[in-house]
């Protein structure tokens, strides 16, 4: 969707929707507010609802004062792009509602979602909800906040504060002008003809499809022919969807907006910028593998890993609302090196048909929740066809997945030092053999340990430890701040006032 907005100069900041993400601890009616905010407030009334699940929707609203504008909400509560990209010191929100319910007050998830949105540094909302009830105290919620330093407005604090029934509507009114205010008064806003900036905040792979992933625009425009870059994956956007997966011809700022047609799956809370053609957005992922690498780069070389791990599921469930739920929860125990990859879904029990598809890939698994496993699947399994599990505890799942992910982590071979020594003295020197006197300065140097030889702190050789004395007899080590004499192997000449640095090559 478009905002009615007149085209401005280049580099002049204008309005936006703003991104909210709601949080809060569960059962405290989030999914009723944000329901009852989509039925009634979507643009597109005729699609009857969403029928893609794409983690972010638009709704419109009108305010007191005549002024029609649109509110983006992350769908998902609590949306795991959210917590991605705040420890990447950016937020994909604009602003955050805390929703707590006014019967039962602040909780400890509460307190939790709180320290997020703190921690994040966007403006926030708290929404007390269910005012409904019987039990409802809304002065309770306002005093249990200020016992814990959140100070709300009309309550000797500046934090914005609304109360609402997600069943009834009452106050959602109010609520969605409050977001319009907080929105208005923060400046949330995008640079007119800035370079396109957006960040994932869901990815998929379909068997059909391929990869597909949606993302929020937060600066800039997506058009068609542009290729977009999220880390080392790649898109060109032949076709872009809105949140309703209607094909549109742009994506504008603060619109979730979905891409088909991924290299590979991009990390949730990724950002993602666009190229001009192909070589560009080439250039940009192998620019961010090289940035993914360093960042595993350590202070003696780096560490080299295998390719990532791909972990193959097969998913069955009882309902659509418990399969969403189980995928969820599966995902969440994707790691760096480990990609959970969902080849299979649907509702119903475990039949032979999910087995020969777990079967046809390398190292699948199937897993189900509150479903069965048929009298042909089972045939299967017992000859030993496949790995397959069911669980009634969908935390039980999660537990088994992250046990199947940390058995499949590749290992990691690093390079760590061991003991910086300083070089002291030559005694002796003989082809490749030296013996040196030296100081740990620190760590700890042992028999058997190889050193590079440093000179004004530019590597220069290699060397091997053969023979460690101190006070004329041999030791197996010698430990920080210790002088000894030491019997070396090495190609290179030592110096005094050389450095040696003892490493040694660990799994991790």
């Known amino acids: 969707m478009t905002t009615n907005i007149s085209t401005p100069e280049k580099g002049i900041k204008v309005p936006r929707p703003p991104v909210v993400v709601v949080v809060g601890h569960i059962d405290h009616g989030k999914s009723t507010l944000l329901d009852y905010v989509r039925k009634t407030n979507m643009v597109a009334k005729e699609a009857g609802g969403i029928t ?26 609590g949306h795991e792009a959210f917590k991605g990209i705040r420890g990447r010191g950016a937020a994909v929100a604009d602003i955050g509602i805390l929703v707590i319910s006014a019967e039962e ?20 909302i708290v929404v007390a909800t269910k005012i409904d009830k019987p039990e409802a105290n809304v002065e309770r919620v306002k005093q249990s906040l200020a016992e814990h330093e959140v100070y709300l407005e009309g309550y000797g ?36 003809g800035a370079v396109m900036r957006a960040y994932v905040i869901e990815s998929r792979v379909d068997n059909r499809k391929g990869v597909s992933a949606t993302i929020i625009i937060k600066d800039g425009v997506l058009k068609k022919g542009d290729f977009l870059v999220a880390g080392e994956a790649v898109a060109p956007t032949r076709r872009i969807e809105d949140f309703l997966g209607k094909e549109i011809e742009k994506g504008e700022p603060g619109m979730p907006v979905r891409v088909v047609g991924w290299s590979s799956v991009p990390r949730v809370g990724a950002a993602c910028v666009a190229a001009k053609n192909k070589r560009e957005a080439e250039d940009l992922a192998a620019s961010g593998a090289r940035e993914k690498g360093n960042k595993r780069y350590l202070k003696e070389g ?24 189980v ?49 042909a699947a089972k045939s299967i399994i017992e000859r030993g066809g496949a790995v397959v599990r069911t669980f009634d505890v969908i935390y039980a799942l999660g537990e088994w997945m992250a046990e199947l992910v940390k058995a499949r982590t590749p290992k990691v071979m690093t390079t760590v030092v ?77 110096m005094p006032s050389d450095t040696i640095e003892a490493v040694a090559s660990v799994e991790q």
Request: aromatic share 4%; net charge negative.
């Open 52 to 77: 893609q699940h794409l983690g972010a929707y638009e709704v419109e609203h009108k305010t007191k004062d005549g002024k029609t504008g649109m509110i983006t909400f992350l769908d998902t509560p």
């Open 105 to 124: 007050g602040v909780k400890p998830q509460t307190l939790e979602a709180l320290r997020d949105l703190k921690k994040s540094g966007i403006p926030y």
């Open 157 to 192: 604090g500046d934090v914005p504060f609304a109360a609402v029934s997600g069943k009834t509507g009452d106050g959602v009114a109010d609520f969605l002008d409050l977001i319009s205010l907080v929105a208005e008064l923060h400046a949330v806003g995008n640079t007119e």
């Open 302 to 325: 780096g560490a080299q890993t295998t390719e990532t791990v791909i972990l193959p599921l097969v998913l069955k469930a009882d309902a659509s609302g418990s399969l969403e739920a």
């Open 327 to 375: 995928e969820a929860e599966a995902k969440r125990q994707a790691t760096e090196k480990v990609t959970i990859k969902i080849i299979a879904r649907g509702i119903g029990s475990i039949s032979e048909g999910d087995i020969r598809i777990a079967m046809s890939g390398k190292d699948s698994v199937v897993a189900g929740f509150n479903v069965g496993v048929d009298a």
């Open 418 to 494: 061991k003991a910086d020594v300083k070089v002291l003295k030559i005694f002796n020197t003989e082809k490749d053999r030296q013996v040196i006197g030296g100081k740990v300065l620190q760590g700890e140097l042992g028999v058997g340990d190889e050193f590079k030889i440093l000179r004004r702190g530019a590597e220069i050789g290699h060397g091997k430890i053969r023979e460690l004395q101190k006070f004329k007899e041999k030791v197996s080590s010698t430990k920080e701040g210790s002088e000894f004499g030491a019997f070396v192997s090495t190609s290179i000449e030592i």
